[in-house]
């Protein structure tokens, strides 16, 4: 039996004062348009998944959790720079939500789909072609790059 050795990202907010380790599998990138994801990240919001226990965090001296109360979870940001790091949806599935435009590099992912539509801004198009939810994906798009 050979276990997979799966090369560790790296990753990081603008100013260094948080960064990361994942050493495990990572689910490919789902994009959240949602209200909440919109106001923080000034944009929609692109995520890759990990197990929370694959996720070291290096540097944290800036970082910070904001509790976002519809639903209820929690984003990590940097206090410093701004930058919208984590989602933490703290639901005992043990898995963290990372944004994908933090990482060092991320050419091992590709985007997969987009939730949330029906709470997109109106001032772009969602035209790349890949599955839309109005909601959620109700798991659709989860493989969560585990197992
Ligand atoms: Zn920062
Ligand atoms: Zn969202």
């Known amino acids: 039996m050979t ?5 560790p ?14 050493d495990g599998p990572r689910r490919d990138v789902i994009v959240c348009h949602c209200e909440n994801c919109r106001r923080t990240h000034g944009h929609q ?5 990990v197990a929370q226990s694959d996720l070291e965090l290096l540097v944290q001296e800036t970082l910070d ?8 979870t929690w984003r990590g940001f940097c206090r410093r720079c701004g ?8 639901d005992g599935r043990g898995r963290m939500a990372v944004s994908a435009g933090t990482l ?3 050419r091992e992912l590709k985007t997969i789909g ?3 539509v029906s709470e997109a801004g109106h001032y772009y198009a969602i035209d790349d072609g890949l599955p839309q939810f ?7 798009l989860e493989d969560d790059g585990s197992s």
């Open 3 to 7: 276990e997979k050795v799966i090369p």
């Open 9 to 22: 990202l790296t990753g990081g907010c603008l100013c260094g004062g948080v960064r990361y380790r994942i």
């Open 45 to 49: 919001a692109a995520y890759t998944s």
């Open 65 to 72: 959790w904001y509790h976002d109360s519809s639903p209820d």
């Open 83 to 90: 930058a919208s790091l984590f989602w933490d949806a703290r």
């Open 104 to 106: 060092d590099d991320s």
């Open 114 to 116: 987009h939730v949330f």
């Open 134 to 140: 109005e909601t959620g994906n109700g798991g659709a």
